[in-house]
């Protein structure tokens, strides 16, 4: 009689949590839908020439054809630099409507929902050694949900960038050099964004990832491959949550494929 009564105290007390846990994932969803078919096209076309902008001013400076030659060839580097630092007069990306910004609040609840339950899981079963980084899901949900269209926020940049810029950092924290922890922070850190540049897979929460995993000892191979795991999570997520937005593509592309 004691263990049975015990046992349905546990129930009477979990029940209200999973209640309350399924109550807030059916809303998120239902208004996530609800926002579906909003007056979303018109901010989607404003996004999509902001971007041809930058980019077209962004191809002039590579070139050396913009603007930085109009004061001709005699033109001195520091005013040169001036020029450059006081920036292009290029319009700022327009603000999302409020459809759209539900739409990023609801995707970044959810995902975050799954992943933050999937940590406590695993805690649960396998102890504190098994939880998810989940510093690093802050920038990548804003990428995933808020700039959904960002090469950065791409299935490629996200898994080979956290995977080579990880490993790295986990194989200079085991090799002896004559550099002190700061040094070994700081140019870890440094030379796996240089490298992700060099490769086309720039992903800025990979990069903070490596910061996170160079500065802690405790962080290692298991953590990485839970990471990666919680990294794919989010990339079906994010493909699920923002596709059914009829102003919303993700993603561009998977990267599996080169282009003709």
Known sequence: ???????????????????????????????????????????????????????????????GNGELKQGGGDESSNHKFLRKCRGFQVKDPPASSWA?????????????????????????????????????FGA???????????????PKSSILGQAFSLTLAILLKKIPLPWTTEARISLTTALAIGVMSKLGCSHPPAGAATLLFASNEALGWSQMWILLLANVVTIILSTILNNLSSARQYPTSWGLTAKK
């Not at 004691?2 to 209640?19: D, G, I, W």
Request: glycine share 4%; proline share 4%; hydrophobic share 45%.
């Open 1 to 63: 009689k004691f263990t049975t009564t015990l046992r349905h105290q546990r129930l009477s007390t979990r029940l209200p949590q999973v209640k309350m846990f399924r109550i807030s994932w059916s809303l998120l969803l239902l208004v996530t839908l609800a926002f579906v078919d909003g007056r979303k096209t018109e901010a989607f076309s404003s996004q999509l020439e902001s971007r041809q902008a930058w980019k077209h001013h962004s191809t002039r400076l590579a070139s």
């Open 100 to 136: 759209e910004a539900f739409h990023t609040f609801a995707g970044v609840a959810v995902n975050l929902l799954v992943l933050t339950h999937m940590n406590t899981h695993l805690v649960k079963t396998h102890g504190p050694a098994s939880s998810i980084v989940l510093g690093p």
């Open 140 to 154: 990548f949900c804003t990428l995933c949900y808020a700039l959904p269209g960002a090469p950065a926020s791409q």
